[in-house]
């Protein structure tokens, strides 16, 4: 056993196999969170696989070798725990819920759900036309075809530009032989990432791991070339007319920080300040005063190739004003902007962070997300810290080198008349 370090309650191991694992032992709570992470998602995937990645997670939920197809949700649930999954473009993770006796219990139903899945061809069958319609639903929904025509404006030759679900000629062409050569490159100890949150001894935690996923093989992960999106030289816009939709939708975007650098830091104030919650500027100035029904700000917490994003929900013909007058408010920032403010929004963004993890299954997110994603647990102990130490001229050179007079991709949804 190799302890990487302590901090607090929180341990961390390397397995001799390859994996990590990650245990916060927590007396605030009954509840226990176990997560399985894997570096994995729509982006490691080539254009023949796309789709794959999202597939297999349905895949596995299809039976293993100890349980029968929908044994593993009944032994979770009639614990009154919640078993579930999901897959982003970077990573894959596998979850329960559970309450302090049954971990045990539930780390078995991870370890089968993930190392020891049947992956029958039949089922592979069955599984391609539910996929295909879950597809197939999320056009029929304005807002996930808003995101998906957003990103392909934006991107032009990273995969993030490619949706997770994959498409429906990709979809139908999968065979058992694929789905387990890509399982087995990635479904693997070198590439697995595990967290355990809760009322529990991060000594007992590690040998129960030792006896389930400490027994698999951890072989070389296969190498995936994931081409970096080149520097956009102008602005891109694009307008789609949308029968569905009764206002306009804006979108507009700009290359950003990678999460877990130290300009992420900035960005992460930068959007408490103009776009999270009654008190940020766009709020104020737009939505109080009558401009737009709705607008936000965010990131999407890429370790490579982020964007930050301004949203807005609208009236059509007010698209030219708010367009100005969100720029006015973004130029002006640089003589407005207050120290107080800077140290309110530091607050806010501290705060909130600090509530979510309260409950335990968000926490064992957050730790996946620092190892899986952001690659360090660095960003999950030292957020804090990193937040405070941002000053107003780090907020200012975020804005001025990567949003003021920086190439953008927009795009507006409007009524089809």
Known sequence: MVTLATAGELKTYKLPNGAKLVVNRREDTEAVALHVWFRVGSVYEDYHQKGMAHFLEHMLFN????????????????????LNAGTSKEYTFYHVTIARPYWRQALEVLYQLTQKPLLLPEMVEKEKPIVIEELRRGKDNPTTLLWEEFEKLFYKVSPYRDPIIGYEETIQKFTREELLKFYHSFYQPKNMFLVV????????????VMQTFGREVGKS????????????????????????????????????????????????LLDQI?????TSLFYRELREKGLVYGVSTGDLGRPRDNLFFISATLEENRLKEVKEKTFQLLSSLKETL??????KAKSRLINSEAFSLERVEREAFYIG????VVGTLDYYRYFESNVKSVRREDVLRVLDS????????????????
């Open 274 to 278: 103009l776009g999270s919650g009654r």
């Open 369 to 372: 997300y620092s190892l899986a």
């Open 197 to 208: 949150v809760g009322q529990v001894e991060p000594e007992e935690v590690y040998r129960e």
């Open 338 to 343: 207050t120290e107080e403010e800077l140290q």
């Open 221 to 268: 992960l296969p190498r995936v070339d994931i081409p970096p999106e080149p520097e956009a030289l102008e602005n891109r816009s694009k307008t789609i007319r949308d029968r569905r939709v009764e206002k306009a939708y804006w979108l507009i975007g700009w290359r950003a920080p990678a999460i877990g650098t130290k300009e992420y830091y900035a960005l992460a």
């Open 402 to 417: 990567y949003v003021l007079n920086r190439p953008y991709a927009e795009l507006f949804m409007v009524p089809e008349r």
């Open 63 to 82: 039976g293993s070798e100890k349980y029968p197809y929908g044994q593993m949700d009944y032994i979770v649930e009639s614990l009154g725990g919640n």
